[in-house]
């Protein structure tokens, strides 16, 4: 990113997402980060299960939203920050497994608007399955009351 080296670009999503409450809720660590790439897992937990013992869809789609989220962060100005106008996620397989981890893509990023994907997986006995796909389209925001990284 102009303006930030890598070490600045990390610094700065390492700060933006110990703030996010869900995510430690979840258990949800920042695994890996990259411009325009970032990858966060969980272990799981019944305090985030549905009726059937699986993981719930709400904690998919949450690090997958955060992986997405963040990797558009990891490519705007340093006086930028992100919100989510849009998403849509398909599950693919129930979510069950050892460890859940999502890996957020840019797939083109603009000067107010970014569209990112996440692929989400489940891994169980040293295999890993994909569970869930997610696109979203994330607006740059600066300025605005609120907004805080």
């Avoid at 992100?82 to 069950?96: M, R």
């Avoid at 970014?114 to 740059?140: K, W």
């Amino acid at each position: 990113m102009a303006g930030q080296d890598e070490r600045q670009v990390e610094e700065r999503v390492r700060a933006s997402f110990a703030k996010q409450g869900l995510m430690t809720t979840l258990g949800a660590t920042l695994v890996d980060l990259a411009p325009g790439r970032v990858e966060i897992a969980f272990e799981p937990t019944s305090a985030i299960s549905q009726q059937h013992g699986f993981v719930h869809a709400g904690a998919l789609s949450a690090i997958a939203d955060g992986a997405a989220g963040y990797a558009a962060l990891s490519l705007m100005p340093p006086d930028q920050g992100v919100l989510t106008t849009e998403f849509k996620i398909n599950f693919l397989e129930p979510a069950a497994g050892d460890r859940i981890r999502a890996l957020g893509t840019v797939m083109k990023a603009g000067r107010t608007l970014t569209f990112a994907q996440a692929e989400v997986f489940a891994e169980a006995d040293g295999h890993e399955r994909l569970i869930a796909y997610f696109t979203a389209t994330m607006m740059a925001v600066e300025g605005r009351a609120g907004i805080k990284d």
